[in-house]
């Protein structure tokens, strides 16, 4: 059975996993473990307004159910590593902690590049992602 890919910057809703949390300089800080989003947080994030802008979720990638796929992958990001254009990769520099590496699809298409982008990037108005 094929194993399912994580997206690692879905919205916040019941079944979704929280992964990261939105520090000082605007950046995500991932998590250990992830934590599920069950109806009680999920209200409670919710209530306070836009919890994507304070925290990062993640939830099976839909593939053909998502405006970003490609049909072969997800365009996401792709466009966005199209569009950082000072990004400083380490080669040998240890990943950031993530709790979804293993299934995220981003790590799955672009390697190390994808966890370079990732911390920088939230979603902006539900559907649109912001660097």
Same mark, same amino acid.
């Given at each position: ?9 879905? $919205?916040? /809703? ?10 000082? =300089? ?6 250990? /473990? =992830? ?14 307004? =836009? ?21 072969? &992958?997800?365009?996401?990001?792709? $466009?966005?590593?199209? =569009? ?5 990769? $380490? ?18 298409? /672009?390697?190390?590049? &994808? ?6 990037? &939230?979603? $902006? ?7």
């Amino acid at each position: 059975m094929k194993e399912l890919k994580m997206c690692p910057i879905t $919205k916040c /809703e019941p079944g979704a996993k929280l992964i990261g949390v939105k520090i000082d =300089n605007d950046v995500f800080d991932f998590l250990k /473990e =992830n934590i599920m989003v069950d109806e009680d947080l999920f209200d409670v994030m919710t209530a306070v307004s =836009n919890p994507e802008k304070r925290f990062r979720f993640s939830n099976v990638c839909l593939e053909t159910g998502c405006k970003h796929w490609t049909g072969a &992958a997800c365009g996401c990001v792709g $466009k966005v590593l199209k =569009n950082v254009e000072d990004l400083t990769l $380490k080669k040998d520099a240890i990943l950031p902690q993530c709790s979804i590496r293993e299934r995220c699809r981003w790590f799955y298409q /672009e390697g190390r590049m &994808a966890c370079d982008v990732c911390p920088l990037l &939230a979603i $902006k108005d539900k559907d649109l992602l912001e660097v």
